[in-house]
């Protein structure tokens, strides 16, 4: 009897689920999406109903074969990647990659990998969510369409290689609009006032500043405004009488916040820990999927990290209750069990993120997780059993005082009970802040006096926690995207981070004002939070996906036709005066970032760095006088500079462009520079082009290529061959040495882009022994030192080196 399928998205989720399935079941991965629309086309037939052409995924095709050559053994194959909109479209595209080979092909969901959960998702299979799907191939269409069809006026006018984002636009938007009003900002002097007071009974306490000639204070409103204001206060207050005016005390209970949802996981995380949200998720991804816990094996600790719902399952809830009853005594569990509600607009297609199983600890699994898997278990584990915890309750004291032309104000809290802080480190009474015992009419002595000048600050840059939370407020996005979110904005180099803030490049405020100006619909808040909630009508069978996408189209090609020829080349002219020509000087963006450029280009080639202030004006960054270096250039006799390059540091001459010789260098122990003398290349054949010798030479980044000794008459050049054939069936090429932009070595395939094969470690053209991979590699670690290992996912061959010839 065949054995039924099981396709998940991630391998680390194959090893957990076949813990427990037993040997009925083969569990193979997809390893995310298999089939997307093409790299280097639009994909998208506009005048047939935008009807997508789809293709397998470049470095996927092992992966298609296997799925393939599995379903066609298979009895039920059963879909079971991410219970979302991203899961449902990796289902679809690898159903309809294997239908052929077997249509009884099923679609299961589970909110948890448990073995609970995975059996009742197999009993209750169900046809795949076509709606659902279109969802997020509307999705997938809009996106492109804005990427491809905007990007290039972009290209044209701003700076070549940049492009537009239909979600990730807004987001910018958003972080320009609060850069430009705190340029905008001009800070009011106020003078904040505190009093220490004492009365019959002890301690003294501090007051602060409640109303100011009846009217109530805030900074730089209705407060002190100049220090003669200030002076004039300090003298009737040490001069008057602070008398008690009331003082009311009142029970308070505060109740737990709701289980987390993606969103505000991924804003506590950023609080707390520093983390970020592509970070958070990650991490949460392995939380998810099955970590290793010793005699436990490999197991899940929270559900699904993708959702905006609060609902918690039943059992959930009654065993947190138990845990809470055990742990904490009954009077920490509330008189009713607690539920939440999503709010509107919400999915609601999951349960919030919880603990798989709450009766495993934090403290019980902290041995077996890295520091930052802890923390955030930690963090979800407490919060949920907060959740259903019951209220704690505070004795609050609240004090007015009467003195000369004001009212000052004083606030005590002690807690009575800790309830649902007890399980979040956060039971303590030792923050209580009581006060004395006091009563109205008591006349208060003035011990000490404050008052200090400051000015009120401009409205704060946005950091990850708010950025994502303002994002969920407006509607832009969904929890899946806030992290790729943010990683475009900085991938783009639209924004950067200082201090953990976001602020907006010079490309950034160009690119986001030039797409608000000529893409008004596009760039507005509304319209994007719009389009979200039709995405979401889409899912739910209320809207046609082809519908949804020509609506879209009637305003998005005329506005793009009035662009290509709108916008105009960008060039934000400053008053700075180029001191070679005369002329003005412009913000222009180039490879390694902005700079000020002589706008009589390119009869004028003066260049200069600049910054900006709190209110964005341009102040020029005066350039190092550079270091004697004591080197000449032996090509042309001029003195060589300390230049820097995203590789280091190395020797220039300053005769460039004319002269662009360079050269390496080291510093002796006294700091003097010393010339790294180049290896002689090794000789190892004759040119095919013009029978010099070819040479063995090495790049900047470190990786061997085969150069002609006659350069530059002749050109000829070849990456160094491993002499090893590319293993991808159909393909003739073979793998050559390369180097990443950082240095890192790799082994890739000749004939890219046509073949993207490639592998970090030495390639041996040998077959694996035990999954066939027409390739090993020769690779070192800490652990196992140098030895053999199958490059290939899921493979885990290796063999000592010594064991070969």
């Not at 052409?53 to 599995?70: C, M, N, P, T």
């Not at 100011?212 to 204070?217: E, M, N, Q, R, Y």
């Not at 297609?349 to 934090?362: K, L, N, Q, S």
């Not at 706008?599 to 006088?625: L, M, W, Y």
Request: with cysteine.
């Amino acid at each position: 009897m065949p054995k039924d399928l099981i396709i998940v998205e991630s391998p680390a989720k194959v090893k957990t689920i076949s813990k427990f399935l037993g040997k009925d079941y083969v569990v193979d991965a997809s390893v995310g999406h298999v089939r997307d629309l093409p790299t280097r086309e639009l994909g998208v037939d506009e005048e047939h109903n935008f009807a997508p052409h789809y293709e397998v995924i470049q470095g996927k095709q092992d992966v298609v074969k296997r799925l393939q050559s599995a379903a066609k053994k298979a009895g039920t194959v059963y879909l079971a990647p991410d219970p979302d909109r991203e899961g449902e479209a990796i289902a679809w595209h690898v159903a309809e990659l294997l239908k052929k080979y077997n249509d009884n092909i099923r679609r299961i969901q589970f909110n948890e990998i448990t073995a609970r959960a995975v059996k009742e998702a197999l009993e209750n299979a169900q046809e795949l969510n076509e709606n659902l799907f279109d969802s997020q191939q509307a999705r997938r269409i809009l996106d492109r369409l804005v990427g491809y069809k905007i990007s290039p006026i972009l290209w044209k006018n701003v700076k070549r290689g940049i492009s537009a984002g239909r979600v990730q636009s807004v987001a910018l938007k958003i972080l320009v609009e609060r850069e430009k009003e705190r340029r905008a900002f001009r800070p009011d002097e106020y003078w904040p006032f505190k009093v220490l007071l004492a009365g019959e009974n002890p301690p003294p306490f501090w007051m602060d500043l409640h109303k100011l000639s009846g009217k109530a204070v805030k900074p730089g409103v209705n407060h002190v405004s100049t220090q003669t204001e200030a002076e004039s206060l300090e003298k009737a207050l040490t001069e008057g009488e602070f008398k008690v005016d009331s003082v009311q005390e009142k029970q308070r209970k505060r109740s737990p916040l709701p289980p987390y949802i993606t969103s505000t996981l991924q804003q506590d995380a950023n609080r707390r820990m520093g983390f970020s949200a592509k970070r958070t998720m990650s991490i949460a991804q392995r939380l998810y999927e099955g970590v290793e816990l010793g005699a436990r094996g490999t197991t899940a600790l929270i559900t699904y990290m993708r959702t905006d719902s609060v609902r918690i399952a039943k059992d959930a809830q009654d065993a947190a209750k138990e845990l809470i009853l055990d742990r904490f005594g009954a009077d920490y569990y509330p008189s009713k069990t607690r539920n939440f509600k999503t709010k509107g607009g919400a999915q609601d297609a999951h349960e919030a993120i919880r603990p798989v199983d709450v009766a495993i600890a934090p403290e019980d699994v902290k041995q077996y997780l890295p520091a930052e898997q802890y923390k955030l278990y930690r963090l979800i584990w407490q919060r949920f059993v907060a959740s259903q915890m019951a209220v704690a309750t505070f004795w609050d004291t609240t004090v007015l005082v009467a003195a000369p032309d004001t009212i000052w104000r004083a606030k005590g809290e002690r807690m009575l009970f800790a309830g649902f802080l007890a399980a979040m480190d956060k039971g303590s009474s030792d923050d209580d802040t009581e006060l004395p015992k006091l009563k109205e009419g008591d006349v208060l002595a003035l011990n000490e006096l404050k008052k200090e000048q400051k000015f009120t600050q401009p409205p704060p840059r946005y950091s990850e926690a708010s950025l994502v939370k303002t994002l969920e407020e407006l509607g832009i996005g969904r929890p899946s995207t806030y992290a790729a979110i943010i990683s475009t904005l900085l991938d783009r180099e639209y924004a950067i981070q200082e201090e953990k803030r976001f602020v907006p490049t010079e490309l950034g405020f160009t690119v986001s004002d030039q797409l608000s100006e000529h893409f008004k619909a596009l760039m507005d808040v509304g319209f994007t939070a719009g389009m979200e909630s039709d995405l979401d009508d889409v899912a739910e069978g209320k809207k046609n996906w082809e519908d949804l996408l020509k609506s879209f189209g009637d305003d998005f090609y005329p506005t793009l036709e009035k662009a290509r020829t709108g916008m105009a080349r960008t060039q934000q002219v400053t008053d700075i005066m180029c001191e070679n020509c005369g002329k003005p000087m412009a913000v222009k963006f180039g490879k390694t970032g902005e700079f000020l450029g002589c706008t009589g280009f390119p009869a004028c080639r003066t260049i200069k760095n600049f910054s900006r202030d709190e209110q964005g004006e341009i102040h020029v960054t005066e350039r190092e006088k550079p270091e004697d270096t004591g080197v000449n250039c032996e090509k042309c006799g001029r003195p060589m500079a300390i230049k820097q390059s995203r590789r280091g540091e190395f020797l220039g001459c300053t005769g460039y462009p004319d002269c662009k010789s360079i050269v390496n260098f080291t510093r002796d122990e006294d700091g003097k520079i010393k010339v790294v003398e180049s290896e002689k290349p090794e000789v190892v054949g004759t040119c095919p082009d013009c029978g010099g010798e070819l040479l063995l030479k090495k790049a900047r980044t470190g990786s061997r290529f085969i150069a002609c000794s006659n350069y530059p008459d002749c050109t000829y050049a070849a990456p160094f061959s491993t002499g090893v054939p590319c293993p991808r069936e159909g393909c003739e090429g073979e793998l050559v040495e390369k180097s990443s932009r950082r240095g890192k070595l790799f082994y890739s395939c000749s004939t890219y882009p046509k073949c993207d094969y490639a592998v970090w470690n030495w390639p041996i053209n040998e077959a694996c022994p035990e999954c066939k991979h027409p390739v090993l590699t020769r690779k070192t670690t800490k652990d196992k030192g140098e030895h053999i290992a199958c490059p290939k996912k899921g493979c885990g061959y290796t063999r000592p080196v010594d064991e070969d010839a």
